[in-house]
């Protein structure tokens, strides 16, 4: 599937837009549309009733090494900005960028991309901002110019080696960055944080400074007391939260894909440290199954364990699950959740103050008055077992995903033509997105076969009843077989017509969407069973 009919058909029928489009747009920032928001809306809702809501902690899931609670938290998007100070995010949570002296243009260190090429007795790198597809045309482009060559003159430059990172560049004064007219106008890499800063209150001063949440992880973590104080919950649970968070990313790109503002489904999952490995198991294995039970089925999809040398050393474990976006090179990933074996790091970070994410000692760092910058809470965030007295900080198993990747692969996925008979006979393409009926934006639409006979008052009758259980469409306008085209588009897997025989013997049609089969049905029944087949 090519990404541009995906991205036009998401713009075409409502699924996402640039946000602020009329004003030209805001870069990293994306809006749902009337369609998107229903299928983000039912992603979320599956997380939430697959995770939380509906998981039954009186039995052992399969594959869980006991059973265990679920309950769910709502935190703030601004928290106390010692909360990003003591979690490592201050100091740690940046990438490094790049700038051009020339354009003004910011890049991320690790994704400019360039190739050493030589001519007229001169080397240099030449660096390509474009997106993977294009990259050697752009590449070539770039060097013609460089070199103020002709089209028809490029077979006088020699190309060293293959397209590598600006990270293996020591020698700045030979790159040619992107969009620049000259060579060496980049500047020496420098740390960048990733976190948007803002001033709650009326005075804009840096006492006043606080930070929109890169991740909704650790409003869990610092609600962890308040929730074993106010539930009965025991160790083994896991709070889990939906929301937002925000990223000042220096290249957002890829559609939704690095957004600056995009939202999580995180849990952090508590569990005695004797057992930790076995839940971070659990949670891999059970992560990955829920995108394969929504659709993500094929070769697409992967789970990725972390090699051993890539783990902090508190961690036994991290995996990714990642999908094979169409915007990606053949053969490359992008992550949609990670599952991390976390230790009792965060825990013991807000209890104690800013530890060493590498080694775990406290690291006590004096501030101007004299005082340790990064204090814990100084809470006890320890946890007694109220069966065996034993008192430990547990460990934490963190599945992280995010909701706007999930919709976004779940899109890319639906995806599919096929060609299929108009009404006049002649074979056309038919664009359909195959999304799983949990989460499809519209259940089923209605069609009266014509708009007469008495066929739409029948037809806006079952509407009504189909709308008090699920989101349903009524359309009268245009021939069947366009109005079938549309819902094919958005993703609607059932389509019942009312028809002449409706008006003799009580039934209707429902066609499948992705088998194109049609079969009748009562219309006392239709409600029923287009209920249980969506749910
Ligand atoms: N608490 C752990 C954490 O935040 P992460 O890998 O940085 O881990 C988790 O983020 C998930 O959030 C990612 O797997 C991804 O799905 C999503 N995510 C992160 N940055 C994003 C961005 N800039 N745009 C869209 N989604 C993003």
Redesign the pocket.
Known sequence: MEMEKLVSLCKRRGFLFQSSEIYGGIN?FWDYGPLGVELKRNIKEAWWRDMVTSHDELSVVAGAPASYEMTGLDCTIIMHPQVWKVSGHYDLFSDRMVDCRETKGRYRYDQLRGQWVEAKGRRVFVTTNAEADDEADDLRRRALKVFRLRNKDADALVWDGPIVSLETVDDFASVFAPQASKVGTLTEPREFNLMLDCYPGPIKDEKNRAFLR?????GIFVNFKNVVDSTRVRVPFGIAQVGK?F?N?IT?RNF?????????M?IEFFCHPDTSTAWYKFWRDRRFRWYQDLGLAGERLQLRDHDPDELSHYSTGTA??EYAFPFLPEGEYG????I?HRGDFDLRSHMEGKLNPETNPLEVELGENGKPKYKGSGRDLTYRDDLSNERFTPHVI?P???????TLAFLCEAYCEDEQPSEKGKLETRVVMQLHPRIAPIKAAIFPLVKKDGMPEVAKDIYRAMKKQFPAFYDEKGAVGRRYRRQDEAGTPYCITVDGQTLTDQTVTIRDRDTLKQWRVKIDDVVDEIATRVS
């Open positions: 990293g890169p991740e909704t992880a650790q968070s990223r990313e957002p939704t894909f690095r957004s600056r503002e995009f939202e999580q995180e990714d699950i992550e949609l959740e990670g991390a963190e992280s995903a995010g909701a706007d990747r999930a």
